[in-house]
Nanobody, 113 residues
């Protein structure tokens, strides 16, 4: 299963960089995505990165979040800037649109002053 890391407590306006390390030789061929689940809400899609490197984002997060990948390390990243309290959630990664990996534990991001 993927292993997410990099979360933590940050003040509004701050930044975090999340990492997700996945296993398997097929990683580079998968579209990978970040998801998040806020308290009391369903898990939602955040951003995707295709094997080509093309990216797509939820409209509301464009300009603040950047997804990237390093296929040599089987790792996908999420750079989050200008964080807001409503970004507080557990962040997960998996392939998209089919979740080929078992879901990991996620990494908690808390935005609060």
């Amino acid at each position: 299963q993927p292993v997410e890391s990099g979360g933590g407590l940050v003040q509004p306006g701050g930044s975090l960089r999340l990492s997700c390390a996945a296993s398997g030789s097929s990683f580079s061929t998968y579209t990978m995505a970040w998801y998040r689940q806020a308290p009391g809400k369903q898990r939602e899609f955040v951003a995707e990165i295709l094997s080509s490197g093309d990216t797509n984002y939820v409209d509301s997060l464009k300009g603040r979040f950047t997804i990237s990948r390093d296929n040599a390390k089987n790792t996908v990243y999420l750079q989050m800037n200008s964080l807001k309290p409503e970004d507080t959630a557990i962040y997960y990664c998996n392939s998209w649109p089919i979740s080929y990996y078992p879901w990991g534990q996620g990494t908690q991001v808390t935005v609060s002053s």
